[in-house]
């Protein structure tokens, strides 16, 4: 069960329903009830809530594992899954606690004596307390998904193909692990550094497994989302439409544009020998919107329906290719993702703080960590190190052009913006075929037939003539026509600050969703973000 399938359809306002029907509170009066009974009602009314929200995660999590035909998976993997998950959520909750608590004895100390020689004695070994336990929590986190993702890799580069095969057919990683795991990071990072530990595990637990975030994110920070419970209300008419309205528009962008992009992607990259350059240029920009598409349409319709359930989520994207520079381009692709790489790495290792020479190793080696969490395949690795060296030379022409005025007046020239956005972009596209195909010697041979390799007549055909039905010159017309809508919507929404009233959007969702289940291709293609 994923988000643009019926049975979320479904699921979707039974779960919505069931948790606003537990939330809503009996009338009290002053000859039947007191103050303190109507307080307990309430607490009873939360508890109800989250053990909703809890459930039904467990539930959308169940449906969306068993839906995956390709996996394989048994019901007792599936259940090993939902347990382990339900596992490290109580670790992490446990670990956080104990952070905060003094170490063992120090409630018989007579804190009245302790002049502030033994206060600071005793502060640093709680301090010390906490940082074992926080490196603790971390190594446990990033060895589970070490463990899972990355070991077939690691057996496969020393030559143990055979061993690799066999642990990566019996050793699958739960849906979602990489997104979970870092979750639970920046939560014990963020009480180490101070903020207060959640100590109710069922609150906790139905945060960290909140089933529009679950599997993809956005990364959301745990107190950043409790904080929301207490003023929790159901959506106003605005909220509501305005809910929709993202389910919709990211059901139209996965379903509709990304999927139909997809079949044309799938084609192309997995017939490489009888694909031509123009095919394989053609495919290239194609993937790079698809992927974009697909992601940010999973997205919207995660925060669409977190709305409906009282909570926001955080956005994710913010037109990341009209962006004029890499770093501009991290701040705005994957947003969660890079706030994630700037507060718990970039920082931690020293930020811009310690010389040019520092900051560029520091950029380097985040994106190269960034690769490697992408997935566990050389082409991901290689992916990092593009966009770790882009970065490296994005500092060092800032670092340029902050000492000669010409270079920099030339970058700030429309001329200049221009030429910034095309190298940005051309970098960006390009470097999504290490991406698209993560073996190496299948993204060497996309380079190679880039330049003057004649596609296969009949591969062609099919691609073009039989499956999308178009000539190979409409078909580029169409990817350009979806390139210049977003840019046309960009202008609108950023450049001019037009927005849709929420009784348009109200109007138009029904539209949308039309239209999807129209034109959507039959079955549709899995979230990409998923393998991740």
Known sequence: MTFVQLPYGIFLPLAIALYWFLGKRPLATPHTSSSRKVGETAAAVSRARLWVLLLTSLGFYFFALIG????????????????????????????????EQRSKG???????????????????????????????????????????KYIPFLLNSIGLRESANWVSDRLIPPLGLSFFTFECIAYLVDVHRGAPPIRDWLQFSSYKLFFPK????????AHAFIAQWPQQQFPTPHRLAEALWLIACG???????????????????????????????????AYGLQLYLDFSGYVDMARGSAILLGFSLPENFNAPY???????????????????????????LGGSRQGLARTCL??????????????????????????????????????????????????????????????????????????????????????????NASGDAQFAYKVYEETLHLQRAQFAWLVAAIALLMTAIYTLRRGLGLQLSWNVKIVLVPLCLFCVWLFAPEGGLQYIYFDF
């Open 68 to 99: 995956q035909p390709e996996q394989k998976l048994t019901l007792s993997l599936v259940i090993f899954h939902l347990v382990l998950l339900l596992l490290m959520a109580t670790m992490n909750y446990r670990i956080a606690i104990a952070m």
């Open 106 to 148: 120090s409630a018989k100390l007579q804190y009245a004596r302790l002049d502030n020689r033994d206060w600071d004695i005793l502060q640093s070994i709680w301090n010390q307390r906490a940082t074992q336990l926080l490196i603790s929590g971390i190594i446990a986190n990033v060895l589970l998904l070490v463990g899972f």
């Open 214 to 221: 679950l599997i993809a994110g956005p990364i959301t920070r």
């Open 251 to 285: 059901a139209a962008k996965k379903a509709l544009i990304a999927d139909n992009l997809g079949i044309f992607v799938d084609l192309c990259f997995g017939n490489l020998e009888r694909a031509g350059s123009g095919d394989l240029w053609l495919a290239t920009f």
């Open 322 to 348: 009209f962006s004029t520079s890499i770093a501009d381009f991290w701040r705005r692709w994957h947003m969660t993702l890079g706030d994630w790489l700037r507060n718990y790495l970039y920082f931690p």
């Open 362 to 451: 520091n950029l380097f080696l985040i994106m190269l960590i960034a690769g490697i969490w992408h997935g566990a395949a050389w082409g991901y690795v290689v992916w990092g190190i593009l966009h770790g060296l882009a970065l490296v030379v994005h500092r060092l022409s800032e670092a340029w052009s902050r000492k000669d005025a010409s270079i920099a007046a030339f970058w700030s020239s429309i001329p200049g913006i221009l030429l910034a956005w095309l190298l940005t972009q051309a970098m960006v596209f390009l470097s999504w075929i290490f991406f698209r195909l993560p073996s190496l010697d299948r993204a060497l041979l996309v380079w190679q037939r880039f330049w």
